[in-house]
């Protein structure tokens, strides 16, 4: 029991330190991509390529000047940003980071839980996250803030209804189940969900972006109109855990998007490569490959979230809402009808 | 009622289908960003790189010395009347016994003070000295802190004597021929005898 409980923790504490780690490099890289799509060197002082960077905005926010507004309910205030962090790193507990290993006889999973209602856990909690932006922006007492606070809310609820239609489609898919290891164990079979499910794909990573507050749907920090939007009267750290939490749901989005669609840890030709290194399940090494496999996938998503920021111009708010009702809800409806009919034929579901 | 032709039709053209799409169009936009990766950067990283300057770069200037040693400016003012920017300042003082070895002539500059802020790099002083004692260099000025740092005194004009610093660049052949011309009497004191040797 006390064996469990220890493994359990080193886990959290991994994960936390692992999504804490990513996302800090998250805004480094982003800096940097940003600078090399436009023709720029980016940020190279800090350390060798600028990889302490990521420290040195960190303590610059450390030592920054802490302002609460007078006017502004100072215990919603402070929770507002602690919620968005605390739902932003909540999330990491039901992804499968890599595949089981055997040590000493006993089957070690690399996930913190692995509950068989994972997706529904993940849609709450991101669900959740809202309040944190909402708290914090009504707290501010500010109209930008406000405003801002508003939008995020409204683009994320409505949002997350395209997401989840999605997601529903893509879970027939796969048999049923909720639970994200046996989606991504079973890619590890068949082939990656990404072929039975890219408009469901597409929907998914659109809705993502507008989840995650990113660019071309970064209304709610909108700086043109809105100054700062939900974060306009943060200062010091409380506006770093609103910046970093931002980081921090990429990466998780990035991570749940290459375990729904492209087969977490799985990779092509994976089961031919271990046999060739002579392989068996539960060795460490396979855990290190896949792992390896899955950050790869992460990566490459984190990036193509970049890249899209610093290509496409922000949306405005009326085409924003109306591609979200108008236009991705009837796709994924229809995404979804599809996938149903095509589910039926195939014999996989009964009424 | 239509009075005159000249009114426009504007376009305001309704999108096709595949245009409604977006996402032809958003892939082209991020292939046309994404080819900048590629592409070589414009930056020139200041303190370990510095860009290419032309040989003849009119930069920080240099208070010359002679060959041997001795400071070739005798605060005649030349430079300070001929600067459009009145950037020039100096004080005049009388070179005592014994002080022969630093400076060349009976009248020497106490002080010299070009403001950097205001100077604009023209080279009219250059061309006014009759001395052959000022001159622009390629050297870059630096940054300061403060706007008074950017009024050079003579520690940061006058070369020093164990780093001496190069202008045959700008002080050729042809300058020199220019500078004899009947329209500039003055500079006849030089006779251009070290004009290869480039040490002035």
């Given at each position: 029991m006390i064996a469990f409980l220890i493994y359990k923790l080193i886990l959290c504490v991994v994960v936390f330190a692992i999504s804490l780690g990513i996302a800090a490099y998250s805004t480094l890289w982003e800096r940097k991509l940003s600078a090399l799509l436009q023709d720029r060197v980016g940020?190279?002082?800090?350390?060798p390529f600028g990889l302490l960077q990521p420290l040195a905005d960190g303590g610059k926010m450390f030592f920054k000047e802490e302002i609460i507004p007078n006017v502004s309910n100072r215990f919603l205030f402070v929770l507002g940003p602690s919620l968005v962090m605390l739902t932003a790193l909540m999330t990491?507990?039901?992804?499968?980071?890599?595949k089981d290993i055997y040590v000493n006889g006993h089957l070690y999973s690399m996930q913190i839980t692995d509950i068989n209602i994972g997706v529904l856990y993940l849609f709450g909690v991101v669900s959740v996250g809202v309040y944190g932006i909402m708290i914090g922006g009504w707290a501010s007492n500010n109209k930008y803030a406000l405003l801002g606070a508003i939008r995020a809310s409204s683009q994320m609820i409505s949002y997350e209804i395209a997401m989840g239609i999605a997601v529903i489609a893509l879970i027939i898919t796969s048999g049923?189940?909720?639970s994200l290891r046996e989606i991504v164990e079973q890619q590890d079979a068949g082939l990656a969900n990404i072929v039975w499910q890219p408009l469901g794909f597409i929907i998914f990573f659109v809705c993502a972006l507008a989840e995650t507050n990113r660019?071309?749907?970064?209304?709610?920090?909108c700086e043109a109109e809105?100054?700062?939007?939900?974060?306009?009267?943060y200062s010091s750290m409380k506006l770093g855990l609103f910046l970093f939490a931002e980081y921090i749901n990429m990466f998780i989005s990035s991570a749940v998007m290459s375990a729904f669609y492209f087969g977490g840890y799985n990779f092509p030709f994976a089961h031919e490569l271990y046999d060739a290194l002579g392989l068996h399940d539960g060795s460490k090494w396979i855990a290190i490959i896949g792992f390896g496999a899955y950050f790869t996938k992460i990566a490459i998503f984190i990036s193509v979230f970049m890249w899209i920021r610093w290509t496409l111009p922000r949306f405005r708010y009326d085409q924003l809402m109306k591609l979200g009702w108008r236009v991705l809800l009837p796709l994924s409806l229809l995404n979804l009808a599809i996938t149903v009919v095509v589910e039926f034929i195939r014999g996989n579901i009964t009424f | 009622m239509q009075l005159t032709n000249r009114s426009k039709v504007v376009s305001n053209k309704v999108q096709t289908a595949m245009e409604q799409l977006y996402l032809p169009g958003i892939i082209k936009g991020m292939l046309i960003t994404g080819s900048h990766l590629f592409k070589r950067r414009a930056t020139v990283k200041y303190p370990e790189e510095t860009r290419p300057v032309a040989p003849v770069y009119r930069g920080w200037h240099v208070l010359k010395r002679d060959e041997n040693g001795?400071?070739?400016?005798?605060?005649?003012?030349l430079c300070a009347v001929a600067c459009p920017a009145e950037a020039i300042t100096m004080e005049s003082a009388e070179r005592k016994k014994g002080e022969e070895s630093l400076y060349r002539e009976e009248k020497y500059a106490k002080t010299y003070e070009i403001n950097m802020l205001r100077c604009?790099?023209?080279?009219l002083c250059e061309e006014a000295c009759p001395k052959e004692a000022i001159f622009l260099t390629d050297r870059l000025v630096d940054t300061e802190y403060?706007?008074?740092?950017?009024?050079?005194g003579k520690n940061k004009l006058v070369e020093k004597v164990d780093k001496r610093i190069d202008v045959s660049k700008r002080q050729t052949l042809e300058v020199a021929a220019f500078k004899k011309?009947?329209?500039?009497?003055?500079?006849?004191?030089?006779?251009?005898?070290?004009l290869n040797k480039g040490k002035h």
């Open positions: 940020p190279d002082r800090a350390g990491g507990a039901v992804i499968p980071w890599t049923g189940t909720l660019a071309p749907f970064d209304l709610p920090e809105l100054v700062g939007g939900y974060h306009t009267e | 001795a400071e070739r400016c005798t605060a005649c003012g604009i790099f023209c080279g403060e706007r008074e740092d950017f009024v050079y011309l009947p329209g500039l009497k003055h500079n006849t004191v030089w006779e251009g005898k070290n």
